[in-house]
């Protein structure tokens, strides 16, 4: 570490002029200080939100995610590479088909004007299998994860290699949207000495990427104040980063119960002061939602979290605390599909998070883009220091106040909410400031609940002009021919602000239904409404406009930039208000074109700030305007209207999907289990080993086959453990004979399974074992965490003994055979090895036609497919998804395939989860598309879907294009797969 400007520091200056003054020795394109980074020499407030590429398999929409996201106020995003999404065995990595080129990834970031936090592990946690880890190497082969052994050593330095070298080339250093480099995740230091064997590792990590060609700063996301780790100010032994953070999930809420949790951390700051005091506040991941467990809640009943409030309250407690760099995680959590979950959580990751599962924006997403576009320009708040905080600073004793004043401009930061945070009291308070006019009393603030407000004082709105205060929330500013100024409230509450410095004798003229009193006061004239519905604009004499907006108009107001650098500046954004979302816009001539979304048909007002602009285009197409008095541009923009009718599924053709239960079938092409030593540490309860992953199959369903002569035994004894809520059946020579319907408390489960005399033969008896699959554990699951064995862990015959074992799981093993759809897509289902559920498979003239409605009577399985097409409108999107049901009394696993994506994992009798959207791409909006369905029955009383409907959210005119073709995401069968059987 070396300064990098000496002279402020000599002289014992702080300004803002000059940037965060500490670099890494390695680059100073990224530099930080105790309040701020800085990137290519500009202080800048990080607002980033967390998004997994892995979990959204269609690259062309990372750009709609993207957009939707720079639209909403963040300027960067934080991801997880999955080295298990990119490993199928050892030695072979795949950046390049589907959804695996990453360079797309940063390549998109960059053209939608976002930077780039890097976290690619090699441990994430993240509630995906095996917390990333490859699963080629979680199968015990890892030995000591986590630490400096070299058995681990081995499997992961050439993941961090490969994937580092590529995040290097995405640095900004090298003109790529990269700014930070995370070193593991939630890795604890609990003992600070250089020969902690996690010193040491860190040491590895740091090293890797060093060597990569990293030289981006790095970072740690400590977890949740549960140690000091990782922090060069704190006991440094090794191992630590340049920039500390903190994680932090303080919602403890209740999908169910909306009066419980609410409670704020307001010890953020200190712990920063305690801990790592020389660098910026950083919360690497702050709860954007949470994620739900099988048998739990489904996110869209957990209206506390989903509330806007959330955001509001939490996302500004974060400001009062002096944090400059948040990253909300998730922002939009999508899918975990194909068996990429971790046993944790079912299919949808939607986390309850800003954005939906379906890329949709939802009202919280719009609630925290009024807190983005504050920080973008609020350039004071990136050299804050603490000066206070606690109720004292209100008349009224039940609000806390934060107050955060820049030494060198003296503007003030008040961040108010109620001191009990989950209280729903409507409070009007008056709060005493210091501004560069004296002390202040700022009368007439509610808080209206679950509501915070940041109220400033001597901040500055552009070239001429500054507030001196304003009770009103500023949402932005932007600097123009002249100089706007948007602020918002809550209808019914009411404004005050006073210019600073203002001419004498100033105007103004009203447009809009809030009606403003100006009047005099001590430091200036001071202006105070009550918040209408709607917008109003106030005009003064001395060119400033003032956008009064109620807090629900303010949710569809957009600052649209028109520059990609992902830090904008205030006179690089136009005012955009009305639809629904405007990603873009670019002027060029007389006209403003935006591209954007909308819903419904709403009013579209445009203010650019060149008188030029007299014409809107609206996604390429001219609409009608007219001028506002104040210079405003103002049309219609149009929403989708038409209500979308989808096609009924039918001309189903159904299969027989286990075969492998009759005696008589033929698996000798299946791998025989023959190991007597596990590669796990972890011993198995009989032998031979029946881990799957001694095998080389890992991820989905998985068949056993065990063979034993005689008609003595009566029973069986089998523990199977694939995670929590995955059950099992079994059937002896093609009777079933039990197993467990899967318990989503219990990673194993353990069942007796008793045998009819009438079904044992002279020789060749045959146990099959079927099972379902719900994920590797993440590391916190003892006793060996990723690398918790799956498949059978012991198999006792009563009254006998088992000749022989083999195994069968997804076609190919770790051979990869489906690079695109990648490793972890398809089980050992006998549809999945044939590759039922690929596009392009026609079912046999011996298939039924039978649907999943008419399902299965006893302990049997199906595999059922049929085709329908799609003509949406191309300038439609609308999130598509599957709607199913069933009773909870038939237990059965249920996989849903949509153009060969396992899309769906369907547990009837635990749920909680039956609706499974597809991203356009997975499916195809215009064009036809294969669905497939397997449903087996986990007893023998048959099962049955008794819905299986297509559904739309909703429906979005667009500009962006989602009809791409997508054949190259979704390859076809082929007949090579007989040698799967
Ligand atoms: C670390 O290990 C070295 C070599 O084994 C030993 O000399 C030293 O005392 C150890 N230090 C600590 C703090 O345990
Ligand atoms: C409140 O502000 C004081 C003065 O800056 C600071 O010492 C203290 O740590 C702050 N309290 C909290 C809870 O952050
Ligand atoms: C569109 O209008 C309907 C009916 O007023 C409303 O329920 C819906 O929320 C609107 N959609 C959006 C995205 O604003």
Known sequence: MRLLTILPILLGLISSHFVSATDNGKTTDVTWDQYSLSVKGERVYVFSGEFHYQRLPVPELWLDVFQKLRANGFNAISIYFFWNFHSASEDTFDFENGAHDVQRVFDYAKQAGLYVIARAGPYCNAETSAGGFALWASNGQMGSTRTSASTYYDRWYPWIQKIGKIIAANQITSGGPVILNQHENELQETTHSANNTVVKYMEQVKAAFNEAGIVVPSTHNEKGMRSMSWSTDYQDVGGAVNVYGLDSYPGGLSCTNPDTGFNLVRTYYQWFQNYSSSQPEYLPEFEGGWFSPWGGTFYDQCSTELSPEFADVYYKNNIGSRVTLQNIYMVMGATSWGHSAAPVVYTSYDYSAP????????????????????????????????????????????????????????????????????????????????????????????????????????????????????????????????????????????????????????TFQTYGNSKVNSGASNHGTKYTYTQGDGTTVLKFSHGVLVYLLDKETAW???????????????????????????????????????????????????????????????????????????????????????????????????????????????????????????????????????????????????????????????????????????????????????????????????????????????????????????????ANVSPNGAQNPRGILGATLLGGEFTSWRIQGNAGGEANIDPVRGPMNEGGLYGERLGWHLPGYKAP?????????????????????????????????????????????????????????????????????????????????????????????????????????????????????????????????????????
């Open 556 to 778: 569809n107001f957009f600052a649209v930039p028109t520059t990609s650098n992902p830090n904008v500046v205030p006179s690089e954004q136009i005012i955009a208000l009305g639809p629904y979302l405007v990603r873009t816009a670019t002027v060029s001539g007389d006209t403003v074109s935006l591209v954007g979304d909308n819903a419904n048909t709403t009013s579209i007002e445009v203010y650019t700030g060149n008188s030029k602009v007299t014409k809107i285009k609206w996604n390429g197409k001219e609409i009608s305007t007219k001028k506002t008095p104040y210079g405003s541009l103002i049309g219609s923009a149009p929403g989708a209207q038409a209500k979308v009718s989808l096609p009924t599924l039918k001309s189903w053709k159904a299969q027989d999907t286990l075969p492998e239960i009759k005696a008589d079938y033929d698996d000798s092409r299946w791998t025989i289990c023959n190991k007597t030593r596990s590669v796990n540490s972890v011993a198995p309860l009989t032998l031979p080993v029946l881990y799957s992953g001694d095998y080389g199959y890992h991820a989905g369903t998985r068949i056993y086959r065990g063979r034993f002569d005689g008609m003595t035994a009566t029973g069986a004894n089998l523990t199977v453990q694939n995670g929590a809520a995955a059950g099992w059946a079994a059937w002896l020579n093609g009777v079933y004979v039990g197993g467990a319907i899967g318990d989503p408390t219990l990673a194993a489960t353990s069942a007796e399974l008793l045998f009819n005399s009438a079904t044992l033969r002279k020789t060749d008896n045959v146990l099959t074992v079927i099972m379902d699959y719900t994920g590797h554990d993440e």
């Open 355 to 506: 954005m939906r599962e379906t890329r949709e924006i939802r009202d919280k997403l719009k609630q925290t883009k009024l807190i983005g576009l504050f920080t973008r320009v609020s350039s004071g708040l990136l050299q804050m220091q603490m000066e206070g905080n606690g109720t004292g600073y209100t008349s009224d004793a039940g609000i806390y106040t934060w107050a955060l004043r820049n030494p060198e401009t003296q503007a003030g930061f008040y961040v108010l909410a109620h001191s009990t945070s989950s209280s729903r009291a409507v409070t009007t308070t008056s709060l005493n400031v210091n501004t560069s006019a004296g002390a202040l009393t700022i009368p007439n603030i509610e808080l209206a609940g679950r509501q915070s407000k940041i109220i400033v004082t001597d901040y500055r709105i552009g070239q001429g002009s500054s507030l001196l205060y304003s009770s009103a929330e500023v949402l932005t500013y932007a600097t123009l021919d002249i100089d706007v100024i948007v602020f918002y409230l809550n209808i019914g509450q009411k404004g005050e602000f006073v210019f600073k410095d203002a001419p004498t004798h100033l």
């Open 845 to 981: 003239k011996t298939a039924t036609s039978h649907s999943p409605l008419d399902g299965i009577s006893g302990a049997a399985g199906r595999f059922y497919t049929t085709t329908f097409q799609l003509d949406l409108d191309s300038d439609l999107d609308v999130p598509i998804g599957l709607q199913l049901d069933a009773s909870a009394d038939f237990p059965a696993v249920v996989q849903i395939f949509m153009n060969g994506y396992q899309f769906g994992h369907y547990l009837p009798h635990i749920g909680p989860q039956t609706r499974f959207p597809f991203p356009p791409g997975v499916i195809n909006n215009r064009g036809e598309n294969t669905l497939a369905m397997s449903l087996w029955a986990l007893t023998d009383r048959g099962a049955r879907l008794s819905q299986v409907d297509l559904v739309a959210y909703g429906a979005y005119r667009t500009g962006f294009n989602f009809n791409h073709d997508w054949s190259y995401l979704q390859p076809q069968w082929k007949n090579n797969r007989e040698q799967y059987v």
